[in-house]
């Protein structure tokens, strides 16, 4: 069985740094592309990149390019995301979840970033 | 990359059908046949409904079905059940693995 087990929720102070995980299991980590995916409170989903474990090749949004990085390490079957300096508008819902052909077929369960003073 | 455009609510009455619209451009929808459909409950992660325009994956009822014309793809709910009660939301790839979502629609069974 396919799953991504996301790493716990974070209450963070803006300006601190944040590395949120994403573990996949039930099938070859290496040979599927991970995207991240971002959900404001109340708000729609945001494509925000992706990563192919197998090579780090990695891909970012536009809109998200130069605030986060994403990076995974395929000995453990692990992706993340990560921030150097959060900010209040990072609060939000942040989904992994399993890329191919455009569509994400399997999802984590989410992690909440809470970015509060 | 500009979000799709999908109506922000819909509804229908449980045993009706309702459609939700998903326009995009040339650059994604219209130039891909690679359309997806993703359903979200209150407090869940999305599920994938509909993928590659039409295909369903194992699972979902065949009272959910896509279809694509042009720059515009169409989410289509028959017999609607008080369950179909939850946030739709498009996505198309836009090339270079690059994905793009539409806002979401409040499908509401009244």
């Known amino acids: 069985e396919v799953q991504l087990v996301q790493s716990g929720a974070e209450v963070k102070k803006p300006g601190e740094s944040l590395k949120i995980s994403c573990k996949g299991s039930?099938?070859?980590?290496?040979?599927?592309?991970i995207g991240w995916v971002r959900q404001m409170p109340g708000k729609g989903l945001e494509w925000m990149g992706i990563?192919?474990?197998?090579?780090?090749?990695?891909r970012y949004s536009p809109s998200f390019q130069g605030q986060v990085t994403i990076s995974a390490d395929k000995s453990i079957s692990t992706a993340y995301l990560q921030w150097s300096s959060l900010k209040a508008s990072d609060t939000a819902m942040y989904y992994c979840?399993?890329?191919?052909?455009?569509?994400?077929?399997?999802w984590g369960q989410g992690t909440l970033v809470t970015v509060s003073s | 990359q500009s979000a799709l455009t999908q109506p922000p609510s819909a509804s229908g009455s449980p045993g009706q059908s309702v459609t939700i619209s998903c326009a995009g451009t040339?650059?994604?929808?219209?130039?891909?046949?690679?359309v997806s459909w993703y359903q979200q409950h209150p407090g869940k992660a999305p599920k994938l409904m509909i993928y590659?325009?039409?295909k369903r994956p194992s699972g979902v009822p065949d009272r959910f079905s896509g279809s694509k014309s042009g720059n515009t793809a169409s989410l289509t709910v028959s017999g609607l059940q008080a369950e179909d009660e939850a946030d739709y939301y498009c996505?198309?790839?836009?090339?270079?693995?690059?994905?793009?979502f539409g806002g979401g629609t409040k499908l509401t069974v009244l």
């Open positions: 979840a399993r890329q191919a052909s455009g569509n994400f077929g399997y």
């Open positions: 039930g099938y070859s980590f290496s040979s599927y592309w």
């Open positions: 990563i192919y474990p197998g090579d780090s090749d990695t």
């Open positions: 040339s650059s994604d929808v219209g130039g891909y046949n690679y």
């Open positions: 590659e325009v039409s």
């Open positions: 996505s198309s790839y836009a090339g270079s693995n690059a994905v793009v």
